[in-house]
């Protein structure tokens, strides 16, 4: 089915973010890292420009920066409506208002378009839509990310899911998945069925996060290949 752009609510994080949800270490940083459903998020151009390797897979690449940009301007007052209206449900420690938080998902997103429209070449935005098969040998990465993707929108199923995680731990050592509730957040029947179903073959952890933004959001699941 094509991929519409006007289905997507484009909300990016930024690097410190990710440090967070993912409990990535400086080590952790140093390895090749690979992004699915990276979005409009500014992770990958704050870590490749600490000199990081991050490349970035998402099915809104194939859009154009001008488009991207006038959908963020749509989504944007949808989301802080719904934020307005949602506010018991968040955590405001690191974000500390409504204000601070359109101010960070906006400089994130613009940090994001201004190095999507300069670096199309470069490689590091790629466009791709889980769980199709990855242009990638096995093991090509070390660590798979999914931010407020995966497990998240429980919607796209079980089949989704388990064929999605199956590809990117093809191509990565591990995948890292936050948070693991949906988007009510929920800790669902689909997730404890996907957790399952890898248990058999992966090594799975589950860890606390010192990221919780919506409430209860405050763990990541990594699964590793078993060496
Ligand atoms: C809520 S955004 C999260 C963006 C970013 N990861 C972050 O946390 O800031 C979800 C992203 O998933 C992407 N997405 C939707 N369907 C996808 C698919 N089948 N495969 C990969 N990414 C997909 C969307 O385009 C969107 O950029």
Excluded at 1 to 19: C, D, H, I, Q, T
Excluded at 117 to 124: A, I, L, Q
Excluded at 137 to 152: K, N, Q, R, V, W
Aim: net charge negative.
């Amino acid at each position: 089915m094509a991929f519409k752009l006007s289905s997507v609510v484009p909300w990016g994080r930024n690097f410190y973010e990710y440090k967070l949800m993912f409990a990535l270490d400086d080590n952790d940083l140093k390895k090749k890292i690979a992004g699915f459903g990276d979005g409009p998020a500014s992770f990958n151009y704050e870590a490749s420009k600490l000199g990081y390797d991050i490349t970035s897979f998402d099915p809104i690449y194939q859009f154009s920066a001008d488009e991207l940009r006038k959908r963020i301007e749509e989504a944007r007052s949808i989301v802080m409506q719904q934020m307005r209206e949602n506010t018991e449900n968040y955590v405001w420690t690191h974000i500390k208002s409504l204000d601070e938080l359109e101010n960070v998902r906006m400089s994130a997103m613009r940090l994001f378009l201004d190095d999507f429209e300069n670096d199309r070449f470069e490689g590091r935005y790629i466009y791709h839509q889980l769980p199709e098969k990855l242009p990638y040998e096995t093991h090509a990465f070390d660590i798979g990310l999914s931010s407020h993707f995966l497990l998240m929108y429980t919607s796209l199923g079980y089949d989704f899911h388990i064929q999605a995680m199956t590809e990117m731990l093809r191509v990565c050592d591990e995948i890292r998945i936050f948070p693991i509730v949906d988007l009510d957040a929920n800790k669902t029947e689909l997730i404890s069925d996907v957790i399952k179903y890898f248990d058999r073959n992966y090594d799975i952890e589950i860890k606390q996060t010192e990221y919780e933004f919506q409430k209860g959001d405050n763990k990541l699941l990594i699964i590793k290949n078993r060496i």
